[in-house]
């Protein structure tokens, strides 16, 4: 508990630190003209993996960008699925231990899903993706 | 917002009290709203059509038949009783279907939920299934060929399964998972003929499992710790005054972990602080009891998830164990043989023991003896013993049961919501081994 405190601290030391410097450039210089060379690069789509325990998904909550892929993969000794809320845009009807399934999602949005074994819309097993355009 | 949601609710009830008194539907008011008991089918034609209609303190009470439906109670439906006229008659029965809300019986979200005297078969995963709630029950249910448990409790708190009965399910006939404290009793129940009778999977404290009967499953009785749940490792469960017997059978169907038990009565598998007593258990072909770790990583050392859990601080007393290979047996930990882990053994009637002399090895109330050493390559030698594989859970010829009991005036008893549970009281320090 000692060293989680420790590394909050130094995170919040490090976020006001940066926060300080960033004010203090803001205030003393004028924006560079915004050029489409000095925009950040686009997140790159990624795969992030959603644990499919019994009877949970772990994170609940997932946040991606447009292009990245989400593989649910079965770490639990039970069968399981993924059932969108609404529509049949993506999901797996059997998703065996130790199976995995993967979609990529191309369009933003909030998609809410569950496990119809062992959940229902918004309640038991269940999870959400958010992804950002 | 909540003003104008409270005034539109007063509209609503007003507007459906005028309804009510005019037409048709008044014969909806009368017929069951009122007495808080709603009948299947003439009420309402379904299980699920009654469950969204109910309101909390309702008895839905379901004729005979055979309902070709599955039910979700949603957590909206609290405080609700559901109850079969007949066990042996009123059937659930799910055909094997597998479209998305068809896999369980039973599928209840809502706390204080009570099922009764009723039957399901035929579902590809639970037969009746508890999640996440505040208060279950279920008397007077059997479970028939479901394809993961028979009755189950998940996530949930303040449970009974009580007088019920489970066969056929590939997992275990009765199982409560991830609970801590669990508050929870098991008693007065039989398990034959699955993966497991009674599977415990990180369900700690507070739960008693007794007066109860486990034979010819794969294995009997097994409260075990596994990463794959929250709340691991598993601890201090009660297991007293149950019948074990012949938990040999390799005829079941049966997932992995439980085709691993199969030929042991009471396993403790990486669990702790657990009292197995007063027990009859015989006829296994490796343990009688067995307070064993659960070596996941060994079993799958490529998954860096798993763990490999000791079993530790466990009390086995005053059974009788006879007839197994190894009535009593004991393995603290798959690292290290000298590790007694603080399990103890005292007062048990017993012929053969792994190590032998457990008794004198393993006291109860005294530290252990430093001769204490377990065999680890008989551990895994019975680890890795190959066993008959599965057998598909929808073709498996199982016993026929009419012998067992009904509900006592279940078309007239008085609706007891499941808030107060455990409601049935075990003085567990009064439990005697069975008799023969």
């Avoid at chain 2, 028979?150 to 996530?155: L, M, N, Q, W």
């Avoid at chain 2, 415990?200 to 294995?219: C, Q, Y």
């Avoid at chain 2, 090895?361 to 599965?390: N, R, T, V």
Wanted: net charge negative.
């Amino acid at each position: 508990m000692k060293q989680r405190t420790a590394i909050l601290t130094a995170c919040a030391i490090s976020v006001t630190l940066l926060l300080g410097v960033m004010a203090a450039a803001s205030a003393q210089t004028p924006p560079p003209p915004t050029t489409p060379s000095s925009l950040p690069p686009a997140p790159k789509p990624i795969t992030k993996t959603v644990a499919t325990g019994d009877n949970f998904f772990k994170p609940k909550k997932l946040t991606i960008t447009v292009g990245s892929t989400v593989k649910w993969k079965n770490t639990g000794r039970s069968l399981h699925n993924v059932v969108p809320n609404k529509g049949k845009a993506f999901g797996v009807a059997r998703l065996s231990p130790g199976k995995s399934y993967k979609y990529t999602f191309t369009s933003p949005g909030k998609f809410k899903y569950y496990c119809s074994f062992h959940g229902a819309p918004n309640t038991g097993q269940h999870g959400t993706i958010i992804v950002n355009g | 917002m909540l003003a104008t949601k409270r005034a539109f609710t007063a509209i609503a009830t007003v507007t459906v009290l005028l309804v009510a008194s005019v037409g048709p539907a008044s014969a909806n008011v009368a017929r069951g709203a009122d007495d808080g008991i709603i009948n299947v089918p003439d009420d309402e034609a379904t299980v699920q059509d009654a469950v969204d209609a109910s309101k909390p303190g309702d008895l839905i009470l379901v004729a005979p038949g055979i309902y070709r439906e599955a039910v979700t109670v949603g957590e909206k439906h609290e405080n609700i009783v559901i109850r079969g006229e007949s066990r042996a008659e009123t059937i659930l029965d799910g055909e094997f279907r597998e479209e998305p809300g068809t896999e369980n019986g039973f599928k209840v979200f809502a706390d204080g939920v009570a099922i009764e005297n009723l039957t399901a078969r035929n579902f590809i995963t639970n037969g009746f299934f508890w999640t996440g709630v505040d208060g279950y029950r279920g008397s007077y249910l059997t479970a028939i060929r479901n394809g993961d448990y028979g009755i189950y409790a998940f996530d949930s708190v303040n449970g009974q399964f009580d007088h019920s009965y489970a066969s056929g399910s590939p997992d275990a006939g009765f199982y409560i998972g991830q609970c801590r404290p669990c508050n929870a009793l098991v008693v007065d129940v039989e398990a034959e003929w699955n993966g497991l009778g009674y599977s415990g999977t990180n369900a700690s404290r507070k739960l008693v499992i007794a007066r109860s009967t486990f034979h010819d499953n794969r294995g009997g009785i097994a409260p075990n710790s596994l990463s794959g749940e929250y709340l691991a490792p598993q601890g201090n469960n009660t297991i007293v005054g149950n019948h074990v017997y012949d938990n040999n059978n390799g005829a079941t169907a049966a997932i992995s972990i439980a085709e691993l038990a199969t030929g042991n009565g009471i396993l403790v598998a990486g669990g702790n602080a657990n009292r197995v007593e007063r027990n009859l258990v015989t006829g296994h072909t490796t343990t009688g009891i067995g307070v064993i770790p659960l070596p996941e990583r060994l079993l799958d050392p490529d998954d860096p998830g798993l763990e490999n859990f000791d079993a530790r601080e466990n009390q086995v007393r005053d059974n009788v164990t006879e007839g197994n290979l190894y009535d009593l047996a004991s393995l603290t930990a798959i690292d290290d043989a000298a590790d007694a882990g603080d399990n103890c053994f005292a007062g048990n009637t017993f012929t053969t023991s792994e190590p032998v002399g457990i008794e004198q090895l393993l006291p109860c109330g005294e530290p252990s003896s430093p001769d204490y050493a377990a065999d680890l390559g008989k551990f895994a030698g019975i680890l890795f013993m190959e066993q008959p594989p599965s057998a598909d859970y929808k073709l498996v010829a199982l016993p026929e049961r009419t012998d067992l009991p009904e509900m006592r005036k279940a078309r007239t008893a008085k609706a007891h919501p499941a808030t107060n549970e455990p409601s049935i009281r075990v003085r567990v320090s009064a439990l005697g081994v069975p008799a023969r």
